[in-house]
């Protein structure tokens, strides 16, 4: 890890502690060069450790950058959320995800997806499932059912 005073390459660390809520490290650095001390909270990325499986069989790297567009989409009526909290949402969808232990699907992204957009921003969420295919049927006049 660089340091991010100087940019000096050799920092030591002079604490460390998991997150008990999160697969998250919490770590106190030192650079060698300049003496600055600073934080940094280390999660394992999605992609090096799990792969989504299509639906043909074939494997794919998760890939944070598409889950962030497809978030920020979302948020038309709301460019200020989407420029803000996309990637936050997008880390929280990945938190999730990397919790799992079966295969990870796509079907899997979309829903925990839709379900934290929901918590979020209903309207955000509606649009998400619009755009995923998640709405399946219409019970009554102008209220869609999700599958």
Same mark, same amino acid.
């Not at 660390?13 to 998250?24: E, I, L």
């Not at 079907?107 to 499932?129: F, P, S």
């Given at each position: 890890m660089f340091c991010v005073n100087?940019?000096?390459?050799?920092t030591s $660390?002079?604490?460390?502690?998991?997150?008990?809520?999160?697969?998250?490290i919490w770590r106190r650095r030192q650079c060698s060069k300049c003496g600055h001390t600073f934080t940094t909270h280390e999660r394992p990325s999605l992609a090096?450790?799990?792969k989504?499986?299509?639906a043909d069989g074939k494997t794919n790297d998760f890939n944070l950058g598409k889950l962030i567009i497809s978030i920020s989409r979302s948020f038309s009526?709301?460019?200020?959320?989407?420029?803000?909290?996309?990637l936050w949402?997008?880390?929280? $969808?990945?938190?999730?995800l990397s919790t799992e232990h079966e295969t990870i699907r796509p079907?899997?992204?979309?829903?925990?997806?839709?379900?934290?957009?929901?918590?979020?921003?209903?309207?955000?969420?509606?649009?998400?499932?619009l755009h995923h295919n998640l709405l399946k049927s219409i019970k009554r006049r102008g209220r869609p059912s999700l599958a």
């Open positions: 100087c940019f000096n390459k050799s $660390v002079t604490n460390s502690r998991p997150n008990k809520n999160q697969a998250q090096d450790n799990k989504i499986t299509l009526h709301a460019p200020n959320e989407a420029a803000y909290n996309s949402l997008a880390q929280t $969808v990945e938190n999730l079907e899997n992204i979309a829903a925990i997806t839709h379900k934290t957009l929901r918590q979020y921003d209903e309207a955000a969420a509606m649009q998400y499932a």
